[in-house]
């Protein structure tokens, strides 16, 4: 048990519950478990402590099993926490079972992602994108407490016959309210579709990567815009477009959505049509946060997810953000501990398998402005590359 987080008498109180397994070792669940803590306040939660519980197998009736779930009872009570966390996806009978014993809220990781989604949707197509993820995260979790919407259907024939069940109505609902939200979501899709047909024939550039890396923030240097830029998980959901010129040459620069571990599968299906900026680029541009202490497991959640979506084939600039924020500690002779990457300093780094990789490669500060103009003129390259090779009648450009 380490605390986390100062007590507060503002925000919902919460604790947070990972385990350790064969896939997920002590320090990479306290890893995960940092993440969920940034996640939970994200969502304005102040999370007051954590418990680790070790099983080769989660427990099918409360996941963690009946003696850690006392403990944790007992800790709830006495500190007058609000919500329980789980890092890990709870079925729904476990989800039952859990809340029945600690008679608090209790969301698993997949839910608070939902609720943050919710939180920072603007647009209609965002706001339909969480809204169908949630009724989808819903549906297999339904317990008699969506019979409220029956209301709101109304008229003849909407309940269903003598003897159905209340469970079986508030499936329908639910379905019905999946259905509807799909077709409103395609309608916006074609309307979006066709908005990017409208931007002529401009190379696309694509701001790619973890959630928090700096995308933001690199966007406004490069486009001179103002798009919303805050050190917070998922910022930013809805892709961003500005026009960039750099020298003389015009092309579209897209700000998306940050992946991250165990992004829950309803929200990458919905959100599959705000990522045809990425799919449809002819460029992407890889930004890694190096200063984050497992940067190397961040960029493979992004390009695992890029091969799912089917864009990661595609020219590649792998940008390293945040070098005024990298820490570099000296590892004395006589430490026997294993090396990481702590331990070597950015030139060792550049110097290591980064120096091997076919795509271009480039250090920079977004927020210091450190190393920008390198950036620019690595753009203007690969730009200028590619819209030779689609216009060579244009060649007086370069």
Known sequence: MTKVHDTSTKLERAVLIGVINRKQDAELVQEYLDELAFL?????????????????HPDPS????????????????ENNIDLVVFDDELTPAQQRNVEKAFQKKVLDRNRLILDIFAQRARTAHAKTQVELAFYQYML??????????????????????????????????????????????????????????????????????????GKSTIMNLLSKSDVFAENKLFA???????????????????????????????????????????????ILI????????????????????????????????????????????????????????????????????MSKLSTPCLFISAMQKENVEELRKCLYGLVSKLHLKRYPHNKFLY
């Open 286 to 353: 890889h930004v890694v946060d190096i200063s984050h202490p497992r940067f190397e497991d961040q960029m493979n959640v992004v390009n695992e997810t890029l091969k799912e979506l089917g864009a990661n084939d595609k020219p590649t600039l792998l940008l390293f953000n945040k070098i005024d924020a990298f820490t570099y500690i000296h590892k004395e002779e006589d430490d026997l501990t294993p090396a990481t990457e702590k331990n070597h300093s950015l030139e060792q780094l550049k110097k290591s398998w």
């Open 236 to 282: 930013t959901l809805d892709t961003t477009v500005r026009k960039v010129v750099i020298e003389n040459l015009p092309f579209l620069l897209s700000d998306t959505v940050g992946f991250i571990r165990k992004l829950p599968h309803h929200l990458v299906e919905s959100f599959k049509s705000t990522l045809d900026e990425v799919r449809e680029a002819d």
């Open 140 to 213: 297999p979790r339904l317990t008699g407490m969506w019979t409220h919407l029956e209301r709101q259907r109304g008229g003849t024939g909407t309940r269903g016959g003598a003897g159905e069940k209340e469970i079986e109505t508030d499936r329908r609902i639910v379905r019905d309210k999946i259905s509807a939200l799909k077709d409103q979501l395609h309608i916006i899709d074609r309307q979006m579709s066709t908005q990017r047909k409208n931007r002529g024939d401009m190379i696309r550039v694509a701001l790619v990567g973890y959630t928090n890396v």
């Open 62 to 77: 409360t996941f963690i099993g009946s003696g850690k779930v006392i403990e944790i009872e007992k800790y709830i009570k």
């Open 40 to 56: 939970t306040e994200t969502a304005g939660v102040a999370p007051i402590e954590r418990f680790v519980q070790k099983m080769d």
